[in-house]
């Protein structure tokens, strides 16, 4: 059974930081790529950043603008997203998720989400 568990989020400040943590069982981790996406109420769901399988190469949203790191542990299974100046408008709920295609077969599994609020 495959289980991507989210962790980390909270209630922050303005200008604050915070890391998610997503711990995935059930695949062979390493061969994943694994993006993390955010959804707020009455928004579409939007990239925040990924991490591709084998080299780790990252992309970002653009409205990151330098202020998140995606990293992975493939030993440990798990992905990570540090969070740094904070905003509310980074106010969402995050989602973990695994991603790859393998011979034409799409594999995808998600996370049920961490809540991340930031207001002063």
């Known amino acids: 059974q495959v289980q991507l568990l989210e962790s980390g989020g909270g209630s922050v400040q303005p200008g604050d930081s915070l890391t998610l943590s997503c711990k995935v069982s059930?695949?062979?981790?390493?061969?994943?790529?694994l993006p993390w996406y955010r959804q707020d109420l009455g928004k579409e769901r939007e990239l925040v950043a990924h991490?591709?399988?084998?080299?780790?190469?990252?992309t970002y949203g653009d409205f990151v603008k330098g202020r998140f790191t995606i990293s992975r542990d493939n030993a440990n299974s798990t992905v990570f997203l540090q969070m740094d100046s904070l905003t509310p408008d980074d106010t969402a709920v995050y989602y973990c998720?695994?991603?790859?295609?393998?011979?034409?077969?799409?594999?995808?599994?998600w996370g049920k989400g961490t809540r991340v609020t930031v207001s002063s």
């Open positions: 059930g695949i062979t981790f390493y061969i994943y790529s």
């Open positions: 991490i591709r399988a084998y080299f780790g190469t990252t």
């Open positions: 998720n695994a991603h790859m295609i393998h011979f034409g077969r799409e594999y995808d599994y």
